[in-house]
T-cell receptor, first 114, second 111 residues
Framework: EPEVTQTPSHQVTQMGQEVILRCVPI?????FYWYRQILGQKVEFLVS????????KSEIFDDQFSVERPDGSNFTLKIRSTKLEDSAMYFC????????????FGPGTRLLVL | DAKTTQPPSMDCAEGRAANLPCNHS???????VYWYRQIHSQGPQYIIH???NNETNEMASLIITEDRKSSTLILPHATLRDTAVYYC????????????FGTGTRLQVTL
């Protein structure tokens, strides 16, 4: 069964550093998402992406965040200058054109900012 | 999006049916009910969704009341692998619809 994959599985970075989290969505999916989950808290929507542009973003997704689909397979989340409060599990998800309400999530990247 | 209310935790014996309730009294006419689950720290996993009719798939059944103000997710024969946090989410389907997760119900399946 096709899966969403994410790399790295864990990343440790220093405050102020830039990080790029990578995702490979399921190949025939057209809608892409990033969510995050701070330890012990809810899963929170960050951004959705379709047709090479952002469809919707949350208040969390400020100027420090950006997303990109640099080629036909990868979908990336960049955090320009990480803060301690960016420490969380980051999940990528994708969905197909006509079943966009059923989002397939990746295993997540655990980001720790020191 | 309408708000949902779920019990924080439930227990179920292995092999028995797990019935997970959800209240969504402010749901609007064209909002769907979705159920996802999250096993430990893995990515959420889609289970089932519905608008007003009861739905069944290989994982579960979804019973939506006639007034659509509440629903129940039924796992017919719970196994230890079904131990997870179950999220009831109400929202519109449409272009790149986001999912708004609440705190969910932590289901513990025991021997």
């Amino acid at each position: 069964e096709p899966e969403v994959t994410q790399t790295p599985s864990h990343q440790v970075t220093q405050m102020g550093q830039e990080v790029i989290l990578r995702c490979v969505p399921i190949s025939n999916h057209l809608y892409f998402y990033w969510y995050r989950q701070i330890l012990g808290q809810k899963v929170e929507f960050l951004v959705s992406f379709y047709n090479n542009e952002i469809s919707e973003k949350s208040e969390i997704f400020d100027d420090q965040f950006s997303v990109e689909r640099p080629d036909g397979s990868n979908f990336t989340l960049k955090i320009r200058s990480t803060k301690l409060e960016d420490s969380a599990m980051y999940f990528c998800a994708s969905s197909v054109w006509d079943r966009q309400e059923t989002q397939y999530f990746g295993p997540g990247t655990r980001l720790l900012v020191l | 999006d309408a708000k949902t209310t779920q019990p924080p935790s439930m227990d179920c014996a292995e092999g028995r049916a797990a019935n997970l309730p959800c209240n969504h009294s402010t749901i609007s006419g064209n909002e769907y009910v979705y159920w996802y689950r999250q096993i430990h720290s893995q990515g959420p996993q889609y289970i089932i969704h519905g608008l007003k009719n009861n739905e069944t798939n290989e994982m579960a059944s979804l019973i939506i009341t006639e007034d659509r103000k509440s629903s129940t997710l039924i796992l017919p024969h719970a196994t230890l692998r079904d131990t997870a946090v179950y999220y009831c989410i109400v929202g519109y389907t449409g272009t790149a619809s986001k999912l708004t997760f609440g705190t969910g119900t932590r289901l513990q399946v025991t021997l």
